[in-house]
């Protein structure tokens, strides 16, 4: 079983930028595929973003692309989303998971608040 632990989020003006970190123990980082999502206040979790385990893919929701970046350093057990140009319709609370490949998502992390003022 892995456990997730994200960091980094805060409050931040509209046109900044936050990274966030995901950091893993308990398993072999390396194995997973793994993924950024978000949710905001009455709202369903939104997905963001997805790196492959080796870190040679990645794919992003429209709402992000062109905006975060997604990124792993599986020596460090360590995944990170590079937000920027923040919007205030960004703020969520976000979230890191992991998944073997072809399956769905089974560990989650316990999230961090992002929160974007105008």
């Known amino acids: 079983q892995v456990q997730l632990v994200e960091s980094g989020g805060g409050l931040v003006q509209a046109g900044g930028s936050l990274r966030l970190s995901c950091a893993a123990s308990?398993?072999?980082?390396?194995?997973?595929?793994t993924g950024w999502f978000r949710q905001a206040p009455e709202k369903e979790r939104e997905f963001l973003a997805a790196?492959?385990?080796?870190?040679?893919?990645?794919r992003y929701a429209d709402s992000v692309k062109g905006r975060f970046t997604i990124s792993r350093d599986n020596a460090n057990n360590t995944l990170y989303l590079q937000m920027n140009n923040l919007k205030p319709e960004d703020t969520a609370i976000y979230y890191c998971?992991?998944?073997?490949?072809?399956?769905?998502?089974?560990?989650w992390g316990q999230g961090t608040q992002v929160t974007v003022s105008s």
């Open positions: 998971a992991v998944r073997f490949p072809g399956e769905d998502y089974h560990s």
């Open positions: 790196i492959t385990w080796s870190g040679g893919n990645t």
């Open positions: 308990g398993h072999t980082f390396s194995s997973y595929d």
